[in-house]
């Protein structure tokens, strides 16, 4: 109440109010009033005393001479006798006008609830039968008086005042109609005008003649597109988009409108269904390309498993006809979970806008459409929008479209959702809600003007809630009377939109129905050629639907370099050079005592030149910046690192928000850095990682989980998307997963990242591998695999690896078991050496104190923390030389050439595989079979580790202490 604050007496009256309402009876319009509307009058009378109502002036006037509470008001003079009231002379008048603002707000918040969205008739839009007594006019009230207009509204256009019954005539066409809009809920009163003033005005949804041609062919092209898949395929699920054909329209008006703004790139992520309408005549993928994916006879070109044709994507540049301005359209391959495609539709948005300089999203937006039932009740929808303002994350405004057909798979909204509209979700970040009948499609192309523009202006979400119907079942072969009889008996019955609009154009002259039958021949002409020409086709080429091309990174044939990998060690000098920065920090900056001692430490280290896993994690990063390669890394904590050990940020004690981060001052030409502490979401944010990973093969992308286990909370992005990616879609990522792994007491929540079931996802065959002699052996077993799964045990060797990715002439994702205890172990150091020029990642490392494996008597093989472990017992024991402990630091790709050796190199030894982890987890059940065939099936490896279990580790500290000698034990204990 900002006005009433300026105005001393008007401020006290307010006060009054609120204290003691009976001594205000002489003012009653304060018990009635909302701040806002005498906020409103107030500054109105201070621009013009002429433009309110004659008793405000009275009042006002007074006010601002200072007379008391209950004196300021005096009523006008009046030719007629006051009737007989107890109440002052005005009051009612003054009631009466305030009850019309009450009216005029409550229509803006609530008239969404009388709109009439479904285009079936039988469903209310909000769910809810009753009528909202805040939007029923109060009887006794003269609808032909006059009455002025709040600042709040823009159904006057020009006029300042309307008769009550015209007022109720605006606000019922614009909130009542085909069209509810949802936008009271933003805390800013710019931009709630902003959306009134496209809303409210009156004529704004007039379109020109021209715009509704091109309307009506856009929805012919819909509607016969899917027609011509049902006349041709018949009993082939599709997932057709009959009952919301005006998403094309839709989606395509979007993309005009956002062209003319500049965009350039558009994202699109979305369901399978109306998925293929969307490739035909959105993206402008080649119908023959999409109807050879009805073709069961024709066979795969490339490896790989492929995908449904209803879950594939594609990348296409185009010129935009409407603009004639040259656009590219991405839609991205996704899986049957609905909405898990969200985040990686953004975090590739984000990418390209990184990579383009596209601060501000000008260039690059994402389009994501939803199912209402999926809109509703999955959360990565709730996720996905609460990266929409972080500043590492946004992509400066996503437009939404809900393809809401009421109803999910077989089950009705109010069994679905708890909420009145799918769409309440969209509130947590401010994004302005439009729910629009799909039947009134020029109610659509409106709110996807108003949609666009939004989205232009402000940089924010914005929601389209296309409510429509789905003319057959969950897909064509299945029955829908059996669950909604009453619906799809209606259904039978209406008419689809392109009919009815098309006789709305013919009756009013717009078009001619010979324009319209020369319309659907023309598109059923281009379709027949299309499905003509596939006649001839005798392969599928899923390369054809890649959704993220890499101009220049592969062959002209497109099959990736199969080179060698190239050396991943750099010069001294230079990580002398990291080293030195990253163990500094500017003149005058206020460090904690704790960093001082840790930087401190640094510095002692490159002295000694030695390397701990914070250093050597910084080396990678370090070398890889100043080679161009833009290095990202996200995930919680982050910045400081779960266990307090990476300290990439480092925050001034004194000065509120001064950060210096080293990374990022290495040198003038360097790549830049991104290190983001993450929302606490791993499904979103991992899904956001790899989006961005997609778009730029020359960059490391990394994601760190908190503490290993928490990635199964992004399950379905390791399974759908990262492990199967390339098989389904061609489509190569070189994401790095940092999972921390390890035994060390803190119960089962904390100690296994689960290294089994990445193992498990492995597509390797145990009893086949390449020739051990083959020069590229290392390469062709990176190249064929689906990723990279290592358990380092030494700071140098991720330093390497995480250089090998991107020194691959490919890319494949690696998943790291990071360590916890080993962050500042005192063994786990590695010399500087082990990472200049002429060094390379050890796939395996071999005992260096048995340089005579004849003696050896049991050969252990582990991975990881155990082998500094079982080190010290066996130092303990006096056992060197009779028990050699070999470190697989890849474990998959299994590297069959270098096990290989060591078995021919300790022909005598007993083969025992040593893990922490239960007999039921960990490497065991993945590296048996292996050892095997590495051995050529004549060498038996036995398993020394935990007894099986259901749960990942005991919480008994006691416990685990017990468990861990006892591995140690049986590990290292050799017969007499």
């Known amino acids: 109440m900002y006005c009433v604050g300026r105005l001393k007496p008007l401020r006290s009256v307010a006060l009054l109010a609120r204290r003691a309402r009976s001594a205000v009876t002489a003012e009653p319009f304060l018990s009635g009033s909302s701040s806002s509307y005498v906020e409103a009058m107030y500054e109105s009378w201070q621009r013009d005393p002429a433009s309110v109502h004659k008793s405000w002036d009275v009042f006002f006037r007074s006010a601002s001479a200072g007379l008391k509470p209950g004196h300021a008001y005096s009523p006008p003079p009046t030719i007629r006798p006051a009737p007989p009231t107890s109440a002052a002379p005005g009051t009612q008048e003054i009631d009466d006008h305030l009850y019309v603002q009450a009216l005029v707000r409550a229509y803006q918040i609530r008239g969404n609830s009388l709109a009439k969205l479904d285009p079936l008739g039988i469903n209310e839009a909000d769910l809810d039968d009753s009528m909202t007594p805040e939007l029923v006019l109060k009887p006794g009230l003269d609808q032909n008086k006059v009455f002025q207009l709040p600042l709040i509204t823009k159904i006057g256009g020009p006029d300042k005042a309307l008769p009550l019954h015209e007022i109720m005539r605006r606000l019922k066409n614009t909130y009542c109609g085909t069209m509810g809009a949802e936008y009271m809920f ?62 094309i329209p839709a989606m395509k008006h979007i993309i005009d409108k956002s ?132 500043p590492d994350y946004t992509t400066h405004g996503t437009i939404h479209i809900v393809v809401n057909n009421q109803i999910g798979f077989t089950t009705d909204p109010r069994v679905s959702r708890s909420s009145p509209y799918c769409t309440e979700v969209a509130k947590v970040v401010g994004a302005p809600i439009f729910h629009v009948n799909a039947d009134d499609p020029e109610a659509v192309m409106h709110v996807c003007n108003v949609a666009a523009e939004w989205r232009a202006t402000y940089s924010k979400d914005v929601v389209i809630d296309l409510v429509c119907y789905r003319r057959h079942g969950h897909n064509e072969m299945d029955e829908p009377n059996l669950t909604q009889p009453r619906m799809y008996q209606t259904i039978k019955k209406h008419k689809t939109v392109v009919e009815k609009y098309s006789e709305d154009l013919i009756s009013s002259g717009v078009v001619t129905k010979g324009d319209y039958q020369e319309e659907q021949a023309e598109y059923g002409k281009i379709c027949q050629d299309a499905f003509d020409k596939t006649r001839a086709d005798q392969e599928l080429h899923h390369r054809d639907w890649l959704d993220s091309p890499w101009v220049g990174f592969f062959q002209e044939d497109g099959s990736p370099v199969t080179s060698a990998i190239a050396a991943t060690g750099v010069p001294e000098n230079t990580l002398r050079h990291i080293g030195q920065i990253f163990s500094s920090a500017p003149d005058g900056f206020n460090l904690h005592k704790a960093l001082i001692r840790v930087l401190s430490g640094r510095q002692d280290m490159m002295k000694k030149e030695e390397v701990d896993w914070a250093m050597g994690e910084a080396f990678a990063f370090g070398s890889l910046l100043q080679d161009g390669i833009h290095v990202r890394l996200s995930g919680q904590d982050v910045e400081r690192g779960t266990f307090a050990h990476r300290h990439h940020i480092l925050h001034d004690q004194v000065e509120d928000k001064k950060l210096y981060c080293p990374l990022r001052h290495l040198s003038p030409d360097q790549a830049q850095y991104t290190v983001c502490n993450s929302s606490l979401s791993e499904f979103a944010v991992l899904g956001f990682e790899l989006g961005f990973s997609m778009s730029n093969p020359n960059a490391l992308v990394c994601w760190e989980a908190q503490f290993g286990d928490f990635h199964n909370n992004a399950q379905c992005i390791i399974d759908q998307f990262i492990c199967s990616g390339q098989d389904k879609w061609v489509r190569q990522s070189g994401i790095v997963l940092l999972l921390p792994h390890g035994y060390e007491g803190m119960g089962p929540e904390h100690s296994s990242a689960r290294l089994e079931r990445f193992l498990q996802l492995c597509k390797d065959d145990p009893d086949t591998t390449h020739d051990f002699s083959e020069p590229l052996f290392e390469t062709l077993q990176l190249h064929d695999c689906n990723w990279q799964v290592v358990n380092c045990s030494t700071p140098a060797n991720l330093f390497h690896v995480l250089r090998r990715q991107i020194a691959m002439p490919f890319r494949k994702p690696l998943v790291i078991m990071s360590p916890k205890s080993l962050l500042r172990h005192p063994d786990a150091k590695s010399p500087l050496s082990h990472m200049v020029e002429g060094t390379s990642f050890k796939r395996l490392i071999t005992d260096q104190t048995c340089p005579e494996g004849a003696g050896v008597q049991r050969l252990l093989l582990c991975s990881g923390k155990v082998y500094y472990e079982l080190v010290k017992e066996r130092a303990r024991l006096g056992l060197e030389g009779r028990v050699a402990i070999v470190r697989v630091e890849q474990i998959s790709p299994f590297p069959y050439d270098l096990v290989s050796a060591e078995l021919a190199r300790c022909p005598r030894a007993e083969v025992v595989w040593v893990q922490e982890e239960p007999k039921n987890m960990g490497a065991w059940t993945y590296v048996q079979p292996r050892l095997a065939t590495a051995s050529q099936n004549t060498r038996t490896a036995r398993y020394v580790g935990r007894p099986p279990s259901a749960s990942v580790a005991t919480g008994s500290k006691a416990q685990h202490n017990s468990e861990q000698a006892a591995v140690q034990k049986e590990a290292l204990e050799l017969p007499h």
């Not at 409210?200 to 027609?227: C, I, N, Y």
């Not at 018949?234 to 054909?245: T, V, W």
């Not at 185009?318 to 359209?329: A, E, G, L, S």
């Not at 300089?357 to 009740?377: P, Q, R, Y």
């Open 186 to 247: 933003i805390q800013d009163r710019q931009k709630c005008d902003w959306v009134r003033e496209r809303i409210e005005a009156p004529g704004v949804f007039q379109m020109t003649d021209m715009e509704k041609r091109r309307l009506l062919a856009r929805l012919v092209r819909s509607t016969r597109f899917e027609a011509f898949l049902s006349e041709k395929w018949p009993s082939e699920k599709r997932f057709g988009l009959e009952g919301c054909e005006v998403l």
């Open 259 to 390: 062209s003319g703004y500049g965009v350039e790139s558009f994202i699109i992520g979305m369901p399978h269904r109306g998925r293929l309408n969307v490739l035909a005549n959105v993206a402008r993928k080649q119908l023959d390309q999409i109807f050879c994916q009805f073709n069961p006879m024709l066979e795969d070109k490339e490896e790989g498993s492929g995908d449904v044709k209803y879950h594939l994507g594609m990348s296409l540049e185009r010129t935009n006809h409407v603009t004639q301005k040259k656009i590219r359209v991405t839609v991205v391959a996704n899986p049957s979970h609905l909405e898990a495609v969200d985040p990686v539709v953004q975090g590739k948005t984000r990418a390209e806008q990184f990579y383009r300089g596209d601060t501000e999203g000008k260039e690059v937006m994402s389009i994501l459409l939803h199912g209402d039932a999926a809109f509703a009740g999955q959360g990565v929808v709730y996720e996905t929008f609460h990266l929409a303002d972080l």
